[in-house]
Structures are given as structure tokens and as C-alpha cells.
Nanobody
């Protein structure tokens, strides 16, 4: 089976930084892409940033130039460095991984989500 473990998040003031981390473990053959989504109260979940094949990155317009996504192949970890945080960045942040691994007795391409971590930006 596959598990995602998230860390990071918390309460910061505007202009400060946070770093989120997510590690995938278990019966994994390969990882296609990793990313971060967020969901603010009353809003739909939206893509923040993703990284494909460890090098092709995509960012939402609202975070370009402030957030940086990276992947560590050795331990199947994706990190999101968030700088110059704004109150509108406040949300629950979810790690997402698309991988080829085992679910139950079947091997296949699956999507996994982390449990979510709260990021609050407030003065």
C-alpha cells in the first residue's frame, strides 16, 4: 500500500515564509507527478504547483514568483517553499501524487492525496 505523509504548515504573518513537505512511501514502482493543491473555506480545491518527471513545473498565477516546488527522488518527497505569504494564501494545502504502485492486490496508476495541512497567514 501507499501512504502520504505531510508536514509543515502553521500560522505566519504576511510576508513570512513556510515550507511544506510530503513523502510517499509503500509499494511504489514509479512516480509520474507530484503537486500541491489548496482549498480555502467556501472555495473549490485549486492547483497551486506541480512537478512532472522531477523537473517540469507548473504554478498557478497567484503564486508565481513566490512559491517554489521541488522533488527529492531519493525519498519520494515533494516540497513547497512558500515565500512572501499573503492572507489570501490561507487554506488547507493537500499533497497529490500520481504514481504506479500497489493498491490492494492490484498494481496500476493511481492518484493519492495527503490528509491536508492548514496554512494561515494573518497579522
Amino acid at each position: 500500500q501507499v501512504q502520504l505523509e505531510e508536514s509543515g504548515g502553521g500560522l505566519v504573518q504576511p510576508g513570512e515564509s513556510l515550507r511544506l513537505s510530503c513523502t510517499a512511501s509503500g509499494n511504489i514502482f514509479s512516480i509520474s507527478n507530484m503537486g500541491w493543491y489548496r482549498q480555502a473555506p467556501g472555495k473549490q480545491r485549486e492547483l497551486v504547483a506541480s512537478i512532472v518527471s522531477g523537473r517540469i513545473t507548473t504554478y498557478s498565477d497567484s503564486v508565481k514568483g513566490r512559491f517554489h516546488i521541488s522533488r527529492e527522488f531519493a525519498n519520494n518527497t515533494v516540497a513547497l517553499q512558500m515565500d512572501s505569504l499573503r492572507p489570501e494564501d490561507t487554506a488547507v494545502y493537500y499533497c497529490h501524487v500520481n504514481l504506479f504502485g500497489q493498491k490492494g492486490t492490484a498494481w496500476g496508476q493511481y492518484d493519492y492525496w495527503g490528509q491536508g495541512t492548514q496554512v494561515t497567514v494573518s497579522s
